[in-house]
């Protein structure tokens, strides 16, 4: 069996990936959520995994920027939108999926680190794949202003050197 890996540009690609994230975040359960009332970036690349039944089976969004690290301007990337269809699930897509936005992040060269945000639940599976907890400030822009964030966990990885604490702002919205 082979796998089809593609990325593509986020905004081109979403009709592809919008049935995936309804499947996995149906609207109803995302009003339920602690993060459901956050506005969200659009992904600049999406990375994909076809699913052999067919269909789009796993998803990892990309996203670059230049942010403010303790007053510094630097620039990095950022994991989003990690999502894999419930009959794909147990079949290694998302670790796959998530290997290969870093491996685009690493090719593109001017990103520092990559920062994604998470639930609980899945902190085991970061943290196995070389991600760390980052326990500083963080701060976004939402409709109502800049506000600081803490709906989900913010994990740091390394391409260059990756703050553990701090303050950061992502000088727009969240991904």
Not at 26 to 50: E, F, M
Not at 83 to 103: H, K, P
Not at 120 to 148: D, I, K, M, S
Request: aromatic share 12%.
């Amino acid at each position: 069996m082979s796998i089809e890996i593609e990325i593509l540009n986020g905004d081109a690609s979403w009709k592809t990936v919008e049935p995936l994230f309804r499947a996995v975040w149906p609207p109803d359960a995302i009003a339920k959520l602690p993060w459901g009332h956050i506005k969200w970036a659009s992904a600049d690349l999406r990375v994909l995994i076809d699913a052999p039944e067919g269909g789009v089976g796993c998803h990892v969004g990309i996203y670059f920027r230049t942010i403010i690290w303790n007053g510094h301007q630097i620039h990095i990337a950022g994991i989003g939108g990690v999502a894999t269809r419930e009959d794909c699930q147990r079949r290694g897509y998302a670790s796959i999926a998530l290997n290969a936005a870093v491996e685009t992040v690493r090719a593109n060269e001017a990103a520092r680190f990559m920062l994604l945000f998470c639930e609980p639940h899945n902190f085991a599976f970061y943290q196995a794949r070389g991600w760390r907890p980052f326990t500083g400030e963080l701060y976004c822009e939402q409709p109502g202003g800049r506000v600081r964030f803490d709906a989900m966990t913010p994990f740091v990885f390394d391409i260059k050197r990756a703050p553990d604490t701090g303050t950061i702002d992502l000088c727009g919205l969240p991904w």
